[in-house]
């Protein structure tokens, strides 16, 4: 059975850190890998996709970066964080493009001061 | 561009009462659409899947009907129960050169009365 981990749980951040948000899936080879962003009450807004190691798309800009160093691995970061970084963070898999089912990970929630 | 409508941002039922939440999306040609469902502090998941060969989907007792005609892929329960208190979310797949890109409506938060 595949599993999706995220990490950390929830963060507590200063305006201006750095900030870096982990995602392994286990039990599936090649995923198509995505972040979304979920502002509290929010809808969610794609940030990024990736369908290989080492190939990211951006989909919206929003000073956030994204890498996928391993096949099963996609980290978002950012070197300075603003307020508007504030929100859960999700990151999901599908076998296949945007007709696919997403299985979604259960987040990270992330307060920035 | 594409775009998915969801405009009832919340909607309160009682038990045993139909539920019916609009969608209309706006793309070309033949889309994929979605319904997910998220319970509070956890990620969506797929509450049911409509594509132009099957036009209809159901799922634990929901119901979507895809209608090219109007643009429209609503939601609908005959009986909502407590347990189905969620915010639910029509989604249009990606497809052809954007065929990564998901776009999520607003989602309706679903409050059902005991």
């Known amino acids: 059975a595949q599993t999706i981990h995220q990490w950390p749980v929830a963060e507590i951040k200063a305006v201006g850190s750095p900030l870096s948000l982990g995602c392994t899936i286990k039990?599936?080879?090649?995923?198509?890998l995505y972040w979304y962003w979920q502002a509290t009450g929010g809808t969610l807004q794609q940030l990024f996709y990736?369908?290989?190691?080492?190939?990211v798309e951006s989909v919206v800009q929003l000073n956030l970066s994204a890498s996928r160093p391993k096949d099963d691995q996609f980290i978002l970061s950012t070197e300075k964080l603003l307020l508007s970084h504030s929100g859960f963070y999700l990151c999901?898999?599908?076998?296949?493009?945007?007709?696919?089912?997403?299985?979604f990970g259960p987040g990270t929630r992330l307060t920035v001061l | 561009g594409n775009s998915v409508t969801q405009m009832q941002g919340q909607v309160t039922l009682s038990e045993e009462e139909f539920l019916f939440i609009n969608c209309t999306y706006s793309t070309t040609g033949y889309p994929t659409l979605f319904w997910y469902v998220q319970y509070p502090g956890e990620g969506p998941q797929l509450l049911l899947k409509?594509?132009?060969?099957?036009n209809k989907g159901s799922s634990r007792g929901f119901e979507a009907t895809y209608d090219k005609g109007t643009t429209s892929f609503h939601l609908q329960k005959a009986s909502v129960q407590e347990s189905d208190s969620a915010v639910y979310y029509c989604?249009?797949?990606?497809?052809?050169?954007?065929?990564?890109?998901?776009?999520f409506g607003k989602g309706t938060h679903l409050h059902v009365l005991p």
């Open positions: 999901a898999w599908s076998l296949t493009g945007g007709y696919a089912e997403q299985f």
């Open positions: 039990g599936k080879s090649s995923p198509n």
């Open positions: 409509v594509t132009t060969a099957n």
């Open positions: 989604v249009l797949g990606g497809r052809d050169t954007n065929a990564y890109k998901v776009i």
């Open positions: 990736s369908i290989t190691v080492g190939q």
